[in-house]
């Protein structure tokens, strides 16, 4: 296994750590919260990057659309994010593994899930309440909308 990983990174490591992450945008209706408690929530993604190259970061915007409608005509929370990874040696998006896009996009979920149900539970509402998801249909999303600066 070692040889096989020396190939494929060539010497170079493929860590890489949040450095950090902010919350740009964010929406509520809280009319919307209340209403129809027993609807289900229905959850939509949209996963973006752009990769320097040059230092070694990734910026995911992570954009959280919540609502009560499978179409997503009734928007009740969204949160639109940023995480900012930095890789410990500069690599090109080539070279960036596959498990980051995933890893990526699962380490910034609990800190948006966290904040939907802060700002919901603080406006005195129902709680918006994510349930734990499995995010490993974005890493093709993300890898088709990632940038290289």
């Given amino acids: ?3 096989i990983k020396k190939k494929l990174f060539e010497g170079k490591s493929a860590a890489f750590s949040l450095k950090d992450f902010r919350i740009i945008e964010a929406e509520l209706k809280l009319s919307k919260v209340e209403e129809e408690n027993e609807v289900p929530l229905y959850v939509k993604f949209n996963p973006s990057g752009i990769y320097n190259s040059k230092e070694g970061v990734f910026d ?3 954009e959280t659309l919540v609502t009560r409608d499978v179409e ?3 928007v009740i929370a969204r949160a639109m994010t940023i995480g900012e990874f930095k890789f410990e040696s500069l690599l090109t998006i080539e070279e960036l593994p596959s498990y980051f896009y995933g890893n990526s996009i699962a380490i910034l979920f609990p800190f948006v899930r966290a904040y939907l149900a802060t700002i919901s539970t603080q406006g005195n509402n ?3 309440m994510l349930p734990v998801l499995n995010l490993s249909d974005l890493e093709k999303p993300l890898r088709e909308n990632t940038k290289v600066i």
């Fill in 1 to 3: 296994m070692p040889e």
């Fill in 60 to 62: 995911l915007a992570f």
């Fill in 72 to 74: 997503y005509k009734n």
């Fill in 126 to 128: 129902n709680t918006i």
